[in-house]
């Protein structure tokens, strides 16, 4: 491909960066919002989402001027496609961080009351998720990546461990309801970011190894 | 642009539209699975997934084609990236589908139970919402499209009423615990699938008007 393609896509990417650190923070504000009982951690996830936002139409124009006037091909344009992808995934991402800090802001009109541990858990994998993808992705990292895919089966299984959890704390505990409740939504806005996670993931090894594995078709139109 | 790029997106096209009346099946089978308690309903749903996962494979492999062998530009490109990104919502709306169905399939294994006024309401809001987006987009019908915008409006603080009104149904039925939280998280589904119809929505905006409305940033990069 040409020199100017190869400096446009450098620039989408520097601008991709700068939008996933941002989203990455995001999502640490809105954890540590809910566990913290922090008012201030919740407004920071609010005060980047006008960034995010502003950054993910950048970048779309970006690479849609970029297919337009460099008109690349075959891998080149499998990597714009990924990017674009990607774009969108950390934007959602960044939504479900949104939607945690209003979760968190929402308890704090109340009584603290006591965070069950799996919640703790998955908050924890969570992260580690969000970093891999990242770092899969700048890094062009296959082992990284397919870590991410191992990962959300983890916690497939601590989302329904909460559930059951809290739905027992609800039985015995009216008083804990709304509570239980809000953390189950929780737990669902972790499992989205999750996913967003391994459609991360998944890009990254399709831009190493060129082969699509969503959805295990992979020999679709061959 | 050629005739041979005009022939290959009336294909693509023809592919959208077979994914998005089997993807309107799947949420019209699975908000009959809840209402009707229907156990065959919600396996359609199920049925119809891998059909939709293939399509949505194929639809991205035929237009990343068109990208690199027609190499479209400006209102054609535009077009093509638009129609990835419905490609996308159908899917995820889809999805959604199997969420409600996994729900109505849980709840089977319970007693019956009266399912609130207002998730009926939002049921039905939904399916017209999935139904205007898909017309707006197959006939480029602008008002139709902000129509569904409109409804969104609505669909959120029915989802807000559903909220406050089963957190009630728990704290005075402790019994209905359960199916409340199913109803809870049902309403999620509902919402995300409103969701994806006003991408749509835009998508169709931004294809006819060639204006991009996401986060009203209108005017970035110009």
Not at 54 to 69: P, R, S, T
Not at 102 to 124: F, Q, W
Not at 144 to 162: N, R, S, W
Not at 215 to 222: E, G, P
Request: with cysteine; charged share 30%.
């Amino acid at each position: 491909m040409t020199k100017q393609f190869d400096k446009e896509m450098a620039e989408v990417n520097a601008l991709l960066l700068k939008m996933a650190a941002l989203v990455e923070e995001m999502i640490e504000s809105a954890i540590n919002s809910l566990f913290e009982r922090s008012k201030d951690s919740a407004l920071e996830v609010y005060n980047k989402e006008g960034k995010v936002n502003a950054l993910q139409v950048q970048i779309d124009e970006k690479c849609i001027n970029i297919l337009a006037l460099q008109q690349p091909a075959a891998i080149d344009l499998r990597m714009i496609m990924s990017v674009m992808k990607i774009n969108s995934d950390l934007e959602r991402m960044g939504d479900q961080a949104i939607n945690i800090a209003g979760s968190s802001l929402e308890l704090l009109k109340d009584k603290p009351v006591i965070i069950i541990s799996d919640l703790k858990k998955m908050g924890i994998s969570i992260k580690l998720m969000v970093r891999q993808s990242i770092e899969s992705f700048i890094t062009s990292d296959l082992e990284k990546a397919k870590m991410v895919l191992l990962e959300e089966k983890e916690v497939d299984l601590i989302k329904g461990k909460i559930l059951q959890e809290l739905l027992k704390v609800m039985a015995d505990s009216p008083w804990l309801i709304k509570p239980s409740l809000v953390f189950i939504l929780v737990s669902r806005n972790l499992e989205r970011i999750a996913d967003h996670t391994t459609n991360i993931a998944e890009d990254v090894i399709f831009i190493v190894t060129g082969r699509d594995i969503r959805h295990h078709i992979q020999d679709i139109n061959k």
